[in-house]
């Protein structure tokens, strides 16, 4: 059987494929793949009974418990010395900031509400860390970025300082696509830079101002994600070289603040003007946050098939199982999490694109691996630790191909590859995708940043070529308008929410199409000698060539 044919037949469920005979071989796979299956995966990982998939939690258990025993229905072997799992130890660190934040120095001291102004935590594992009167900076974009000649900490002690910076990066709605990128989001506008940049400079706090444009989420996602218990991995240092207070303000509290201070207008065309200068705003901000720290273990998922020829080079694919638990019930009094998209159907797709490679009786002649992380939601968390804790050397790893929150809406005529543009894996893309009549396009939203919030960055990060595709826009059965429609409504009303729930009526076709390229490519990545590298101008580069020892 070819390639093609294997991935006609992966994608049997949404399609008539006119001319393919069925025998005893195709009907096989044709069952081990259907969409039955991807739908009854996402069922059992969404049910309420796992309670959110958080890690440490009895849902965790189950969650891992029945991945591993997919993996090894699926026919894989344990992928880390004989275990399906591989430990990863992490800290929980549950921030309580105190009720208000008071920021004195100007006329009237101002007050803001926690939760609906701001958010606060630390990751210094400490029983409780405080800002006390410290000195307010506004530091606009809070990037420094040597190849772009911009350094917003410029001549600036911050020292005992906390800094309110922007989120997204000056290159945004500037209008000059070589600027930063223009639109699309560089690394130094996500906000986990935001932090490890202020924590370089020595500040005691950092706070982001969230708009909900430039960061492509609202406040609600920033509320969800930032507040109660936070996974870290643990370090040496107690991450106390980190800020004692991370936080977050409204952009309405900001606003409020910065006029208090004598700053109006438009804070974002003030902070990219060309030369711009960190502003003392002549104010201080006092704030506590109280911890309570939980040390445990939580676990990746791998297993393997190992290759006829090159065993020892692998080809990774990688999902995140973990979502965001139990949190505040909803309107109708739903309290769980369940993340049926986001990420079951990810790790539906590892496990059928598994059973593929099982299925076919071509044996790949390097290393396929599967691995489900633990800990995306809390700051992609689980493949930072395989990434730098790698059971197959990453000089040896092909590619990382990964798959986090898979449309839900059908099949598409066009197929979305997150940060186009990096690496010769999206070749590979782009082959398939000609041969299958479909297109492919960039991110939905350039300027969101999607290739720095999904697991495949952390392997990118260490220059293993990483590549994470999903559905676009144009529906094959409802046409364009559906697809952008069935995404805006994701967005807005499920993504993060407690409304990311398993239905029946769950469209998953798109999702075989996706791991049906997925399934390909690896496929093919599997039987070559060559490693597909980056493209020039990625940030990435210049690592992977390191590591190869080019
Ligand atoms: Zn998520």
């Given amino acids: 059987m070819t390639i093609k044919q294997n991935f006609l037949l992966l994608i049997a469920g949404i399609a008539v494929v006119a001319g393919c005979k069925q025998n005893s071989k195709t009907e096989q796979i044709d069952k081990s793949i259907s969409a039955d299956e991807i739908k009854s995966q996402i069922a059992v990982l969404a049910a309420d009974s796992l309670m959110g998939r958080k890690p440490f939690t009895a849902g965790e258990n189950k969650a891992i418990a029945y991945i591993s025993s997919q993996f090894k229905k699926a026919g894989l072997e344990p992928g880390n010395n004989g275990t399906y799992f591989q430990d990863v130890p992490m800290v929980e660190i549950t921030s ?5 934040m008071q920021i004195t120095g100007g006329k009237t001291p101002i007050s803001f509400t926690a939760d609906s102004d701001f958010v606060a935590s630390t990751r210094q594992e400490v029983l409780g860390v405080e800002l006390k009167k410290s000195p307010l900076v506004f530091a606009g974009y809070g990037v420094v970025a040597p190849e772009y000649g911009w350094n917003d900490y410029a001549g600036l002690d911050v020292k005992g300082k906390t800094v309110i910076v922007l989120v997204n990066d000056p290159g945004y709605k ?4 070589a600027f930063f990128k223009g639109d699309t989001m560089t690394y130094y506008g996500r906000w986990t830079y935001k932090y490890e940049e202020a924590a370089r400079q020595g500040a005691a706090g950092v706070i982001i101002v969230h708009q909900t444009d430039p960061a492509s989420y609202g406040w609600k996602v920033v509320q969800n994600s930032f507040t109660g218990a936070k996974l870290y991995l643990t370090e040496k240092d107690k991450h106390m070289s980190r800020c004692k207070v991370e936080g977050w303000i409204t952009e309405a ?8 201070a004598g700053i109006t207008g438009d804070i974002r065309s003030i902070a990219r003007k060309k030369g711009f200068k960190a502003i003392p705003l002549n104010r201080e901000i006092s704030l506590g946050v109280t911890t309570k720290l939980k040390y445990s273990t939580s ?3 791998i297993g393997i098939i190992k290759g006829s020829a090159r065993p020892e080079e692998t080809i990774l694919y990688t999902a995140h199982w973990d979502h965001l638990g139990v949190g505040k019930p909803d309107a109708k009094g739903d309290s769980i999490y369940n993340g049926a998209v986001d990420n079951a159907s990810g790790v539906a797709a590892i496990i059928a694109v598994a059973k593929a490679f099982k299925a076919s009786k071509e044996k790949p002649q390097r290393s396929v691996v599967f691995l489900a992380v633990t800990g995306e939601e809390q700051g992609l968390l689980g493949s930072e630790y395989y990434a730098t804790h790698p059971i197959f050397p990453l000089n040896k790893t092909v590619a990382d191909l990964n ?29 398939i995708a000609k041969a299958e009549g479909l297109t492919t396009v960039g991110d939905r939203k350039p300027g969101s940043g999607s290739y720095y919030r999904s697991d495949h960055f952390n392997f990118a990060k260490l220059g293993v070529p990483a590549l994470d595709i999903n559905n676009g826009s144009i529906s094959v059965a409802n046409g364009a308008d559906f697809g952008e429609k069935r995404q805006k409504d994701y967005n807005e009303n499920r993504y993060h929410q407690q409304q990311d729930n ?10 075989m199409q996706v791991a049906g390229i997925m399934y390909q490519i690896g496929t093919k990545l599997s039987n070559e000698t060559t490693f597909p590298g980056w493209k020039p101008g990625s940030e990435f580069k210049a690592v992977r060539d390191k590591s190869m020892g080019k």
């Fill in 253 to 260: 509290a900001a606003t409020k603040l910065l006029a208090d």
């Fill in 96 to 100: 309580k900031p105190s009720a208000t």
């Fill in 502 to 511: 398993y239905s029946d009526r769950m469209d998953v076709t798109g999702m």
């Fill in 403 to 431: 798959m986090d929150a898979l449309g839900d809406y059908g099949s598409t005529k066009d197929i979305a590859i997150t940060g186009k543009g990096q690496n010769e894996l999206e070749d590979y893309v782009e082959e």
């Fill in 174 to 177: 500037n209008g000059n696509p």
């Fill in 299 to 301: 676990h990746n998922v």
